[in-house]
């Protein structure tokens, strides 16, 4: 398979923002990613969409993303504090068509 990095901005919980490279090539969530880039992602369910502790806010690209669902509407409707671009990291593979996504990491109580 062809190697085919992607960047992706992301937005700490303090507001700090970078833009980090991504690969594509080897079946990593979103999720995934963004702990082996050490930001504060709790995944306390380990990517089974039963947590909602890796929800991140889409800035931009939302269009570029898989469909929701219904897992992942129903984990995410139990945030007190839902946006209507909100997603559960772990449930967006990375591929492609995702180059330039923005992400900001969602607030935690």
């Not at 890796?54 to 839902?82: F, I, Q």
């Not at 591929?95 to 969602?106: A, E, F, N, Q």
């Amino acid at each position: 398979m062809e190697t085919i990095d992607i960047t992706i901005e992301v937005e700490d919980r303090e507001g700090n923002k970078s833009t980090l490279t991504a690969p594509t090539d080897m079946g990593l969530s979103l999720m995934e990613f963004l702990k082996a880039s050490e930001y504060d992602v709790l995944a306390t369910c380990g990517g089974m969409a039963l947590c909602a502790t890796c929800c991140v806010d889409v800035m931009e690209g939302e269009e570029k993303l898989n469909e929701m669902s219904d897992d992942e509407y129903a984990m995410l409707d139990t945030l007190p504090d839902l946006l209507p671009n909100s997603r559960l990291a772990c449930q967006l593979q990375l591929s492609p068509i995702m180059d330039g996504l923005k992400v900001r990491l969602h607030a935690m109580d």
